[in-house]
């Protein structure tokens, strides 16, 4: 089946420590984006990436890294610059950044510090 | 965006029909209307969209307005895991507009 992979589902960081979080996507999707959920509040963009080779900033995008070397594969890297990290990490993807097909999202990654 | 109104919760009997009510009142010509779900501890999961025609997919149907200013999202067969928080969004394809905002959304208690 077509989707989003996000691995892994809980991840436990320690103070000073960076940690990386996976998205794979198999649905041939130009554009993926990262975004950070707090309890109770809504999405906020953190990075997004048009097309293999580029990434752009988005919103809360401090103490956060990112690249995209392969299509498929959108990591994101919380480094120890992000003071409060802890948040549900949702990836997701479209088919192109300027479309009207909606975005699709994975089951995302809770992290919490240790 | 245009912003949009939903309430704020509602139930549903197993097996009946939900009807999600959705205002977007200062909806523009260009502006789709998306809904989403998201099941507790879960990603948010896509539903359907449509611009001015009603939709219909394998999970649900969306009807919209000739006026455009509101919409109703129809889960024919509601399910218990249909419960989960029901967002309606309305954005503009094809701008710069690119990071999705969910509001307060419904929630949505299907119970047996």
């Known amino acids: 089946d077509g989707g989003i992979t996000q691995s892994p589902k809980y991840l436990f960081r320690k103070e000073g420590q960076n940690v990386t979080l996976s998205c794979e996507q198999n649905l041939n999707h130009d554009a993926m984006y990262w975004y950070r959920q707090d309890p109770g509040q809504g999405l906020r963009l953190i990075y997004y990436s048009q097309i293999v080779n580029d990434f752009q900033k988005g919103d809360i995008a401090e103490g956060y890294s990112v690249s995209r070397e392969k299509k498929e594969s959108f990591p994101l890297t919380v480094t120890s610059a992000q003071k409060n990290p802890t948040a549900f990490y949702l990836c997701?993807?479209?088919?192109?950044?300027?479309?009207?097909?909606?975005?699709?999202f994975g089951d995302g990654t809770r992290l919490s510090i240790l | 965006d245009a912003k949009t109104t939903q309430p704020p919760s509602m139930d549903c009997a197993e097996g009946r029909a939900a009807n999600l009510p959705c205002n977007h009142s200062t909806i523009s010509g260009n502006e789709y209307v998306y809904w989403y779900r998201q099941i507790h501890s879960q990603g948010p999961q896509y539903i359907i969209h449509g611009l001015k025609n009603n939709e219909t997919n394998e999970m649900a149907s969306l009807i919209i307005t000739e006026d455009r200013k509101s919409s109703t999202l129809i889960l024919p067969h509601a399910t218990l895991r249909d419960t989960a928080v029901y967002y309606c969004i309305v954005r503009v394809a094809g701008s710069n507009d690119y990071k999705l905002s969910f509001g307060a959304g419904t929630t949505v208690t299907v119970r047996a």
């Open positions: 997701a993807s479209s088919i192109r950044h300027y479309s009207n097909q909606p975005q699709h």
